[in-house]
Each structure stands twice: as structure tokens, then as C-alpha cells.
């Protein structure tokens, strides 16, 4: 099918034409639509590390630009799940464009705060509200692309684009969260510690607020979900609250804790390494050789063929994820260490596509977005958390203990593979 034998007028969730095959996704969501999400991603991936730098340059204290960075993830973890319910509530549009407006305001005040003479308290309040009401693009992207391939691709096609879809929207976090941190220091560097807060502000306006006004934010929740008549769902065509918290999701969540701890205590490590031999700013460069790897494999899922199920997926590549962790903390050498980066993250990327996979099948009815979220969520809960324990354990202990605790992560990503396998059937 080409795009002309679509109306202009027609909008993305509306059905395939009689007879047709129906069209591709890149046709039901239009083809701005991917450029357009990638780059609506960008602010977040920059939010916690501008913030660390702007607080650090501008109060000249690595602690409080630590807490504060910390006080931004705890925002988003507590609060980002009801931003998630509201959407699926209330419609994409509406959240959308109503927290893109308060976090943009929300970024300037901080800038202007940090530089003033008020309290470290209104500091650590106004990173908090700053997570709290961070636009989530990537998970409602996510559910908005769920919902298409439901709802406008054939039966027969669905699993395979599915597969393909969550492997390209991991990639694309991997790349974000490692091409944000890059753009936070460029601008530093060059324009001064306030640029990267204005410039999040700015695009966060335009770019999520473009965003929120695509066609795809008009696809129905009822799109995106089982149907209303299924047992257990409310009237209205929405699950109760209740079916958020059965075990099969939140083993989800609990892996997606994991997940984020790596990513924390990797990124920590990473920074007490590099510090030790005097070039605290290749940290990042180390921490990029793991992206790479989970992007690359993230990519290479939607190859995988159909009998390597998805719960063999998850608990075989956790088992990578720990190899490649053992491997960094007992590396002898920076060689060796970028080995098991690089191990790690091929073991990071199909267990998040898989996760992710598995959320969008258990989504309960009416719930895409608030799953979706939860998840996205969980990552930065564990990522606030393990960046507060690994700094303090660095400091104390040293930089060795530093590089093991990954083990430990990749530890809690495995349990809750295993922990899937029991609670899925074949």
C-alpha cells in the first residue's frame, strides 16, 4: 500500500482499508513521526546530567549537585507512573503539552535558583518537581506504536513488527541516553553551565510540544488495549488499578529496578576509574562502549526467529548482562574493562526490548501508557539510587569495590528473569 491510497485527512488508529494488507507502520504514523520522537527524547536524557552540572559550577559543591541530581530521578520514579495513568486517563495530548509547559518553566526557575541566594532546600524541591513532571515521550511513544500495530496491521504481521518496533525504540533510548550526556557537556563547555538547562527548556517546548500534537496522539486508549469486555476491566474499558500490581508486571518492574542499577553503578564507576588515573572526563567514553554493545543487540532482537521465546530471551541474555559485570570487576586492565562494557551491554539491550515486549502483552486493559511508564520509571529509580550508593562507596571504600558492585545488579536482572520464567507459561 502507498500513501496515497490514504486520504489527507486520515489519521493514525483509523483501519486499514477493506481488502487491503494494511499499511506500514511507518505509513500509519507518518513519516515525521520517528525523527520527531527521537528528538523529543533528547530533553530527558539531558535533565539529570545538566542538572548535576549546572548545581555543581553554580554552588560549587559536588554533594549538593549529587543529592540534587538524585532528587530529579525520585521525582520522576514517584511521579511518572501517575503522569502515565493520567494519559491513559485523560488522552496523550492534553499531559503531554500541560508538563512540557510546567518542566519548561520548571528548568528555567532552577537555573535562576542556583545562581541566587536561596535556600539548598528550594534547590533540592524544585529538582524534585523537575522529574516529577518530565514529559514521558518514550514510554508514550511506545504505547502510541502498540496501539497502531493493533489496531491497523493485520494479525499475521503484528508479532513480527512488534518485535521489530520495541528493538528499535530500545535502540533509540540507548542512543539518546548516550548522545544527551554528550550534548550536556558540548554546551557547557562552549556556552557556560546554564546553557544545556535553557537549551532542555527550549526544545522541551518545541519538540515535546510537537510531539503532543501529532495525529498518533489522537490513537484511543481502547486502541491500544484488550478489549473493554474482557473479565476484570472497569466500565469505561479500563482495567482496575489493582491489575497494575500482579506479579507478571511487577516482575517487569523489579527487572527494570536491575536495569537502572546498572546503569547507576556502571556510570559511577566509571567516573571513580577514570578519576583515579586523572581523567575524570573519559568517563562518559567508557560508559559509551556499553551503549554500544546494547544497541547493537537491541537492534539485532527483531532477528531472533519466533521458537526463542521471549522468556528464554530474558533470562539467557541477564546471564550475558552478569558475565560481562564479573568480567569488569575483576578487569585488570582498561582493555579487559571495555571488554566487559561491551559484554554487558550486549546482554543490556535484548532484555530490555524483551521487557518491554512482555509489558506491552500484559498491559491490563486501558493501562498501556501507565505499564509503558512504570517501567521507564524503574530505571530511574534504580539509577538514582545506585548513583547516591556508588559515589559514597567509592569514597569510602575505594574504587574497586565501586567497579563490583554491577554484580550485583546484573544479580537482580537475573532473579527477575528467572522469576518470569516460573510465572510464564511456554
Known sequence: MT????????RAGAPPAPGSDGPTLVEAMGRTYFPLAFVARLPFAMMVVGVLTLVVAGRDSLTLGGATSGMVGLGGAA???????????????RVLLATAAVHSVLLLALTAAVYSSVADALVLALAFAIGATSPQVAPMSRSRLVGVIRSQLPAGRRPAVLSRTMSYESA???????FGPFVVGLLAATLGPTAPMVAAAALTALAVGTFA??????TTTARTTPAASDPGVASGGQAPARELFRPRVLVLVAGFVGVGLFFGFVLTAMSAYTGD???????????GFMGIGSVVSALAVSAFP?????RARWLTFAVVLLVGAVVVAAAPSTGVLIAGLLLAGLGIGPSLVTVYSHGSERSPAGRGTTV????????ILGQSIAAAATGALADTVGTSAALAVPVVAA????ASAAANWRLTGR
Open 372 to 379: 509503558m511508564t512504570m517501567l521507564g520509571s524503574a530505571v
Open 306 to 310: 519466533a521458537r526463542f521465546s521471549l
Open 411 to 414: 544479580g537482580v536482572v537475573l
Open 172 to 178: 533509540v533510548d540507548e542512543i539518546v541516553f548516550v
Open 277 to 287: 588515573a586523572g581523567h575524570a572526563e573519559q568517563a562518559g567514553l567508557l560508559y
Open 213 to 218: 500534537l501529532h495525529p498518533s496522539a489522537r
Open 79 to 93: 511521579i511518572g507512573p501517575l503522569v502515565g495513568a493520567w494519559a491513559d486517563r485523560a488522552g496523550q495530548r
Open 3 to 10: 500513501l496515497t491510497q490514504y486520504p489527507p485527512t486520515s
